[in-house]
């Protein structure tokens, strides 16, 4: 289905791209265009989100392209919005009538889309209710919120799990979905929604795509609306996992297909809106920029620490600023409110970045460690820096140390490894059923697991070659070692050596269990105490966590040892 426009001169015009707003505390992104329909992308919560980021953009881009004001936005306590005074869907539903105003009195709509994913679905249709919506757009909507609730509590037993496999150890009473972890406030009024017992919303067209088992639709064609029903497909790959998220673009076309319809002629000149203004919080304010094909949020404090180092925070794997759970976020204002400045930014191909030219993510090459440079150009103020990350930002965030000298300090979590062979396969890596070779080592105690092999549904094939590929490049590495017994300068001992003599710290953490512990021992050595040796202090090992440290416990740890290394390092 092609995109409609109302006639030549309107399919002629050229958007400006899309700008950072602020409005009633939440960050958004709006493109502008020229047509007098306004469309607001209400997007889903949590993890769902952070898969569904790239491709939600995308839409949003190709809605604006197409001529249509187009406003997607951070909830309340969602990516970088503030935190609000409390969390529930009331206050959810009232970002969306937030969102609507903002379109009509800086966007100039006249008429106004809503166009949910998810649980975003469930919201734009309760927001519909107070009227004023002409076309709604629910994608896979829940029926209620405890179907919500139940889907989630049931996908996190495969999301949310140890390095060695275990379950993620969950508090019933705050239960950890995906990373994130809901207020209870929002939990408990989730409960409460059901939308087969409310009235219809009173809204002209809708399209549903995607299931209905509560027979919904026919409740809003009962209600007088006029509702197109079809399939959601791709919708599993959409949301599985930000890494390997799959855009359904012919989803997006047909969403694409039932803004145009019957679209008004009126348009005019482009409905540009005002430059966001800062986002503030106590004793913090933060700010968007742009830099290069890069975006990065500052977060300043209200009263700055005399002499301390910035703190650049580097994106985990395909994880948005914000970071997985959003931990980044909440970390970067704990700290501006103890007095440091940080950036979190977005590399090319991730979250509100351009794509970079190969349309890959920027995992484990060192073509995109320009772009970490050019943050540390926006921070440092003759204090130098402190970078941290997680995965592959941890990756960056050893290059950076070892070639920066602006570099304080580098507090990085579960390295997958210092330097990344070509030779391997990225992709086998990277698989989230992929795990350590000490992971499958637990998991052969458990009765369980003999029970999964024996019925076939372990591809123990598959895991052994990948072992097998793992042993040989780490025997690689060792008859190199053997070569040559003493580091070189461009071993990692090496260059450990040579940024220690100019007064950098390296702090290394672990989830027990990660794989990446094998690479510390192949190249610091075997012993704690050689490794502290090296180091200059020991390795940090946290335990009952998973590898994107979403236990509070392990958030609370990481946040003790930044600040703690920035007091080491202040001038």
């Known amino acids: 289905m092609t995109l409609a426009r109302p006639d030549t001169d309107f399919a002629h015009s050229t958007p400006a791209p899309a700008m950072p707003v602020t409005f009633d505390g939440m960050l958004g992104w709006y493109g502008a265009g020229f047509s007098r329909r306004g469309i607001v992308l209400c997007g889903t919560l949590g993890y769902e989100q952070i898969s569904a980021g790239r491709g939600w953009r995308r839409l949003a881009s190709d809605l604006s392209a197409a001529g249509y004001p187009t406003l997607r936005f951070d909830y309340p306590g969602e990516g970088d919005s503030a935190d609000p005074a409390s969390t529930d869907v009331g206050t959810l539903v009232a970002a969306i009538g937030k969102a609507v105003r903002f379109m009509r009195e800086q966007g100039g709509a006249e008429e106004i889309v809503l166009v949910g994913l998810r649980l975003g679905a469930t919201l734009a249709a309760l927001a519909a209710e107070e009227g004023g919506i002409d076309r709604l757009v629910l994608l896979a909507p829940f029926a209620s919120g405890r179907a919500y609730l139940r889907e989630m509590t049931i996908r996190t037993k495969t999301i949310d799990q140890l390095p060695d496999g275990r379950p993620f150890p969950q508090d019933p009473a705050a239960p950890v979905f995906g990373g994130f972890r809901p207020a209870s406030s929002l939990l408990a009024s989730l409960a409460t929604v059901d939308l087969a017992k409310r009235p219809p919303a009173p809204v002209p067209d809708v399209l549903w795509l995607g299931p209905d088992p509560a027979g919904l639709a026919a409740r809003l064609r009962a209600g007088g609306s006029t509702v197109t029903t079809g399939p959601f497909p791709g919708l599993a790959p959409f949301l599985s996992n930000a890494l390997i998220s799959e855009t359904p673009t012919d ?51 209200e009263t700055a620490a005399p002499d301390t180092p910035a703190v650049l925070f580097l994106n985990s794997g395909v994880n948005p600023r914000s970071g997985y759970g959003r931990q980044t976020t909440e970390l970067a204002r704990v700290l501006a409110a103890e007095g440091v400045r940080s950036l979190r930014m977005d590399m090319r191909g991730v979250g509100d970045a351009e794509d970079r030219p190969d349309k890959a993510p920027p995992l484990y090459t060192l073509d995109a460690l320009p772009e970490a440079r050019a943050g540390i150009d926006r921070l440092d103020d003759g204090n130098g820096v402190v970078v941290t990350g997680n995965c592959s930002g941890a990756y960056f ?156 416990g392990a958030q609370d740890r990481m946040r003790r040892l930044i600040t703690d290394t920035l007091a080491a390092t202040r001038r």
């Open 397 to 552: 965030g050893f290059h950076l140390i070892c070639t920066d000298p602006r570099v304080r300090a580098a507090v990085i979590s579960n390295l997958y490894c210092f330097d990344w062979d070509p030779a391997n396969d990225l992709a086998a890596a990277l698989k989230p059923s992929f795990r350590s070779p000490a992971a499958y080592a637990s998991l052969l105690r458990q009765k369980d697991a003999w029970r999964r092999i024996l019925r076939g549904e372990v591809k123990v094939r598959a895991i052994a070659g990948r072992l097998a590929g793992i042993a040989m490049g780490r025997l690689r590495q060792i008859a190199a070692k053997i070569m040559q017994p003493f580091p070189s300068a461009t071993s990692v001992a090496g260059r450990v050596v040579a940024f220690r003599k100019r007064g950098a710290k390296l702090v290394l953490v672990f989830s027990a269990g990660e794989s990446g512990i094998g690479e510390v021992a192949l190249h610091l050595g075997r012993s704690p105490a050689t490794v502290a040796r090296r180091l200059g202090h020991e390795m940090v090992m946290l335990s009952d966590t998973d590898h994107n440290m979403s236990t509070e």
């Open 251 to 301: 989803v997006f076309a047909t969403v694409a297909g039932f803004v145009a319809q019957d679209v008004p002629a009126s348009f005019g000149s482009p409905s540009l809106a005002p430059p966001a203004s800062p986002i503030t919080g106590p004793g913090w304010s933060e700010s968007v920029i742009r830099f290069g094909d890069n975006v990065g949020i500052v977060c300043t404090p």
